[in-house]
């Protein structure tokens, strides 16, 4: 039998060429906003592949979404650092448009990020007839030969009929490394980020404290987006999220003497959240009250229970 594998994949490219169309239909649920007008994808989205034999973990950069700070001076760190720490970057070109300016620089500044495999997908090949489909696969791997990228592979898809959508999972499950599974099975495969940032929000919350408080902390994750206004290379993702426990005392020990230790859990939180959606974050964390929210069926839905 094969080891289990795991790993990160994110999908690249300009706006609009169906990379969040892409994401929900390989997660299999509604996970990222697409509208047919571009940069609609205002916060960093993930969807989790859960599979027997594998785990594929897509990330996907808000910094990717604007091409205009990819054709600025040079590329912001961050999305270098992502490209670099996932394991697959795939980069997509839809069927129906040509490869443009755009395309040839991304690709090129990829090309530099060594260690990181490289895919190429074609999508949206639902719009175009099989001679168009065979030129833009030629023009990809041309222009992989033109900037040195190598790509692993080079896969038409189309996520509107569903074509080649099993195979392109099958073959970013390929290059992953070995691994075990990074996140529980089935909890986390469709719930959307906020509930995956509550979650760090909680484990950090119980940090030390998890026998004063066994089960007593939900976490709701109120607002979540990109901070407006900031430079294009120095995104900031507001973060802001209520600590619910069930009684006064307990509010007590998650605050700690004047605040120190939900200062401490604001730090250890925001470095997780950073380090899995790969962007820095501003975490705003208040503590609540709200009581026996356990037996409570109205306060557990308002809790996502
Ligand atoms: N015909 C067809 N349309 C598609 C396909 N995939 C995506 N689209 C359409 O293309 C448009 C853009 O798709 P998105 O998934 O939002 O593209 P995106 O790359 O995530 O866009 P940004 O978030 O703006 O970067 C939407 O109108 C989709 O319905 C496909 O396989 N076939």
């Known amino acids: 039998m094969s080891e289990h594998k795991s790993g990160f994949a994110c999908f690249v490219g300009r706006p609009n060429v169906g990379k969040s169309t892409l994401t929900n239909a390989l997660v299999g649920t509604k996970v990222a906003i697409t509208s047919s007008r571009p940069q609609t994808t205002r916060t960093v989205v993930r969807g989790i592949v859960h599979r027997p034999d594998a785990q594929l973990i897509l990330v996907d950069t808000p910094g990717l979404h604007r091409p205009r700070t990819l054709l600025g001076e040079r590329l912001n760190d961050l999305v270098v650092t992502t490209w670099a720490e996932v394991d697959v970057v795939a980069v997509c070109f839809p069927a129906d448009e040509k490869i443009g300016p755009g395309d040839r620089f991304l690709v090129g500044e990829l090309g530099k990020v060594r260690r990181t495999t490289k895919v190429a997908v074609v999508t949206k090949t639902d719009t175009v007839d099989p001679g168009r489909l065979g030129e833009q696969l030629l023009a990809v791997q041309a222009l992989g030969e033109e900037t040195g990228t190598d790509w692993a592979e080079i896969v038409p898809v189309s996520a509107v009929s569903g074509d080649q959508v099993s195979l392109l999972a099958d073959l970013l499950v390929g290059l992953l490394p070995e691994g075990p599974p990074l996140y529980p099975d089935g909890e986390l495969s469709d719930t959307p980020e906020e509930a995956i940032v509550a979650d760090l929000v909680r484990e ?102």
Request: aromatic letters at 4%; zero cysteines; charged letters at 30%.
């Open 204 to 305: 950090a919350a119980l940090e030390g404290v998890r026998d004063e408080l066994p089960h007593s902390i939900a976490v709701v994750v109120e607002e979540m987006g990109l901070r407006e206004g900031r430079p294009a290379d120095k995104p900031l993702l507001d973060v802001h999220a209520i600590v619910f426990v069930e009684r006064d005392s307990q509010k007590g020990i998650m605050i700690g003497h004047r605040g120190s230790r939900l200062r401490e859990v604001g730090t250890a939180a925001r470095k997780q959240i950073e380090a899995m959606l790969g962007t820095p974050v501003y975490l705003d964390l208040r503590v609540k009250v709200a009581k026996d929210w356990q037996r409570d069926p109205k306060q557990l839905r308002r809790l996502g229970f």
